[in-house]
């Protein structure tokens, strides 16, 4: 009976902390994608992005940022290089909570 209680309160406590996570993350400006004197993404949006609706996945690593396309079927890398030259080059973006806007400022 204890081992559930205890069970119970650390999958509590852990959604809170996530909450928590979320809550610090959030930020209501635009920021460089990239650190310009670092030459790295910024740390802010480093995972993976789904896309509202149908359509896309955006891998934020250290280095780059990854575009996928998507099906209910399918998953494969997008190969529109104008496209991902745009998100790692001349991109901005604002983070509310758990959804992220980029604005290519092409």
């Not at 290089?81 to 290519?104: K, P, W």
């Amino acid at each position: 009976m204890r081992i559930t209680f205890y069970l119970l309160m650390l999958i509590l406590f852990a959604g809170c902390l996530r909450d928590q996570v979320n809550n610090d993350r959030s930020t209501h400006k635009l920021e460089y994608t990239f650190l310009k004197d670092e030459n790295h993404t910024n740390p802010l949006i480093r995972e993976i992005w789904k896309s509202i609706g149908n359509g896309y996945y955006l891998e934020v690593r250290e280095d780059s940022i990854l575009l996928y396309s998507y099906t209910k079927s399918f998953c494969y890398k997008e190969k529109n290089d104008y496209l991902e030259g745009l998100l790692n080059a001349q991109s901005q973006f604002e983070v509310r909570q758990d959804t992220i806007g980029i604005y290519l400022t092409d």
